[in-house]
């Protein structure tokens, strides 16, 4: 397999991945709807904003992650390639892309400890709703770049292959 079917490969995972985050931001949105319309207690009507807000961040992110990739991706098929140029842009990319996984974990984690620390501190509903949303974010955040770092691993040693 040479370095171009290495690059498909990375950039159709990376569209399939923010399909999927993408729908994940829309369900949170029509569970927010659901809670809204059907929810008949105050802990329910609480969770309205903040899913609807998380729902609108995630899925917004899902959309650009796989419209940005689809476009890269259509730049890539499209265009002949100098191999070896190539390979040493896509190596500083994709090293450039993999420390930002760090700040994903430090983000989660601040996500994480506000949401315990609201709540032990506070009996208000809607700061407890804001704590889920913490969460919720924090986790999708960690399943997110859990996929994207394999996948940018591979396609790094790849890359180192096909440099030498």
Request: aromatic share 12%; net charge positive.
């Amino acid at each position: 397999m040479n370095i171009i079917e290495h690059t498909t490969n990375w950039y159709k995972g990376e569209i399939f991945e923010g399909t999927l985050i993408g729908i994940a931001g829309v369900l949170l949105i029509i569970v927010s709807m659901a809670f809204w319309k059907f929810g008949k207690t105050p802990n329910a009507q609480a969770m309205v904003i903040p899913l609807a807000v998380v729902g609108l961040f995630i899925g917004a992110s899902g959309f650009f992650m796989s419209s940005g990739n689809s476009k890269a991706l259509e730049k890539i098929t499209a265009s002949q390639i100098d191999n070896q140029s190539f390979v040493q842009s896509e190596k500083k990319r994709v090293a450039d892309f993999q420390a930002l996984y760090l700040y994903t974990k430090i983000g989660a984690g601040i996500c994480f400890t506000i949401a315990t620390l609201l709540f032990f501190i506070s009996e208000n509903r809607h700061l407890l709703a804001v704590g889920i949303a913490l969460i919720i974010i924090g986790i999708s955040g960690l399943t997110i770049d859990y996929f994207s770092k394999e996948r940018a691993d591979v396609y790094y040693n790849q890359l180192i292959k096909q440099a030498k």
